[in-house]
């Protein structure tokens, strides 16, 4: 008997081929989670305008909303873009999803083993599932109310919502929970692909930094609505509107918005 015949006769020749599958999902995943830190460090800025004043963050909020290009404000653009974050969290959740403890069997066997080994880079994965449980819920809510009112996004609107409708503890465990998470899973990220080429140490110091960046930032932010909120509370629902604008501003508004008054050549 051959040595071929041997081979087929045994089964080796037919060796299943490793799927690719797994590794291509490993990347969705990266991929999902980067835009998705980006887009949160990039909304932690646009909220923090607040601390630049009410005109500043109603500026923001009206180019979001199409207001200096269109000729009126569409805060239905904004709905667009919160739609567009929505699908892509929903993505990343699922892909997630596949590492998470199946039952409560394996949680207690993968806390037996955190506890054991007190690996950092393994606790902090842990804690990376815990606030990725807690996203489910708070991030969910936070988008599905960005998507249906859109309108409800400004100055006082936002501020109104912090304090007189008592949102701010729900705010308060969202920037600990999206900052923790985010923040990890950026370090994890940079580990797992090599990018870009630095030490754990000092990764680790990094992440640890723009945590407590964020963190600061948003509690500054959050603290500014709430004494707006405080202030205006006997106004409820009103919404802000500046009484000007700066003149290269000014121009790019709706035609008869912001008309600074002629003053008469003879008047006194």
């Known amino acids: 008997m051959s040595t071929s015949t041997l081979i087929v006769q045994s089964g080796l020749a037919e060796r299943l081929r490793k799927s690719r599958w797994p590794a291509r ?15 949160m460090w990039g909304h ?68 037996a083993h955190v506890r054991a080994m007190r690996h950092e880079d393994s606790t902090l994965w842990v804690w990376q599932v815990y606030t990725g449980f807690a996203l489910f819920f708070l991030a969910s809510a936070h988008l599905y109310q960005m998507l249906v009112w859109p309108q409800n996004i400004g100055p006082y609107a936002s501020s109104d919502r912090v304090w007189s409708d008592g949102l701010w503890p729900f705010y308060l465990l969202l920037l600990l929970a999206v900052e923790v998470h985010g923040g990890i899973g950026l370090y994890r990220l940079a580990m797992k692909w090599n990018w870009p080429g630095l030490s754990r140490n000092f990764l680790k110091r990094l992440k640890w930094g723009l945590t407590g960046f964020f963190l600061l930032l948003g509690l500054m932010t959050l603290g500014a609505y ?35 008054p002629v003053l008469e050549e003879n008047a006194p």
């Open 44 to 111: 932690m800025f646009f909220v923090a305008s607040i601390l630049l004043g009410e005109t500043a963050m109603w500026t923001i909020t009206r180019m979001f909303e199409g207001y200096f290009f269109f000729g009126g404000a569409h805060p239905r653009l904004v709905s667009c873009v919160v739609a567009g974050v929505l699908l892509l969290f929903v993505l990343h959740a699922l892909l997630a999803m596949r590492k998470f403890p199946a039952n409560y069997r394996q949680y207690r066997t993968l806390r």
């Open 226 to 260: 709430m004494k707006i909120g405080f202030a205006h509370q006997a106004q409820y629902g009103e919404r802000y509107r500046p009484a000007e604008l700066p003149a290269w501003l000014e121009r790019m508004a709706p035609e008869g918005d912001f008309t600074r």
């Open 25 to 39: 999902l490993d990347l969705l995943q990266s991929g999902t989670g980067l835009l998705l830190v980006l887009f």
